[in-house]
C-alpha cells in the first residue's frame, strides 16, 4: 500500500516557466510534508516543508501548496532554471518518530 | 558545518556475506536515521535511532541491524546478504526535540551484492 503517490514519472519544463510538480497521499494522520531534490550520485537535499495545519508554505522561488481534502500537495518552482533539473520527492511524516514516507518521484528536466 | 557523511561509497558483496555500513551525523544532531533506495524507487526507511537506542522500525527483518554511538554517529549491519538488498543506503540525521526538523542525508553507500 503506496500511501505517499507521484503519479508523474518525468516533467518537461522551458527555462523561466513554471514547474509544477504533484504529489498524493492516503493517510490523513501525516503531520508534515517535504519536497527533497536529489541529483544523481548524492542524497536527497532537504528543499521546503509544510505543517498539515498550513495550506501554503514559500521559500524563494520555490512555494508548497497543502490541499488536505483532496490530499494532495504540489510544489511550485518559479522561474524554472536548468540547474533545477533532477529528481524531485515529495515525502510525508507522521507520529512519535517523525519516519519520512516517500514517493517514487519524478525526474524534472528544465530545457535552456 | 559538517553535514552526513556515509562511509563507504560503494561496495560489492557476496550473497550470505555480512556488511557494515558507517555513517557520521551532521554536528549538532541527536538523531539519526537508515533508508533503503531501490533502483527507481523512494527511500524506503529501514529504522531509526536516538540516544542510542533503537526508536522506530520500518518492514525490514532483523537481519537489519543498528547502532548509535555517544557521538552520534551510526553503524547498520547487514547479515547474511540476500541480491535483493543491492540497494543505495541512505543515512540521514536531524535533531529531535519538540518541534519537527527536516532530515538531512548523506550521498549514500552503493551496495552491490552478486
Known amino acids: 500500500d503506496q500511501q505517499v503517490k507521484q503519479n508523474s514519472p518525468s516533467l518537461s519544463v522551458q527555462e523561466g516557466r513554471i514547474s509544477i510538480l504533484n504529489c498524493d497521499y492516503t493517510?490523513?494522520?501525516?503531520?508534515?510534508f517535504l519536497w527533497y531534490k536529489k541529483y544523481p550520485a548524492e542524497g536527497p537535499t532537504f528543499l521546503i516543508s509544510?505543517?498539515?495545519?498550513?495550506d501554503k508554505n514559500e521559500d524563494g522561488r520555490f512555494t508548497v501548496f497543502l490541499n488536505k481534502s483532496a490530499k494532495h500537495l504540489s510544489l511550485h518552482i518559479v522561474p524554472s532554471q536548468p540547474g533545477d533539473s533532477a529528481v524531485y520527492f515529495c515525502a510525508a511524516a507522521g507520529g512519535a518518530t517523525n519516519k519520512l514516507i516517500f514517493g517514487t518521484g519524478t525526474l524534472l528536466a528544465v530545457q535552456p | 558545518e559538517t553535514g552526513v557523511t556515509q562511509s563507504p561509497t560503494h561496495l560489492i558483496k557476496t550473497r550470505g556475506q555480512q556488511v557494515t555500513l558507517r555513517c557520521s551525523s551532521q554536528s549538532g544532531h541527536n538523531t539519526v536515521s537508515w533508508y533503503q533506495q531501490a533502483l527507481g524507487q523512494g527511500p524506503q526507511f529501514i529504522f531509526q535511532y536516538y540516544r542510542e537506542e533503537e526508536n522506530g522500525r520500518g518492514n525490514f527483518p532483523p537481519r537489519f541491524s543498528g547502532l548509535q554511538f555517544p557521538n552520534y554517529s551510526s553503524e547498520l549491519n547487514v547479515n547474511a546478504l540476500e541480491l535483493d538488498d543491492s540497494a543505495l543506503y541512505l543515512c540521514?540525521?536531524?535533531?529531535?526535540?519538540?518541534?519537527?526538523?527536516?532530515?538531512?542525508f548523506g550521498n549514500g553507500t552503493r551496495l552491490t551484492v552478486t
Open positions: 509544510i505543517s498539515s495545519i498550513k
Open positions: 540521514a540525521s536531524s535533531f529531535r526535540d519538540r518541534s519537527f526538523s527536516p532530515l538531512h
Open positions: 493517510n490523513s494522520m501525516f503531520d508534515y
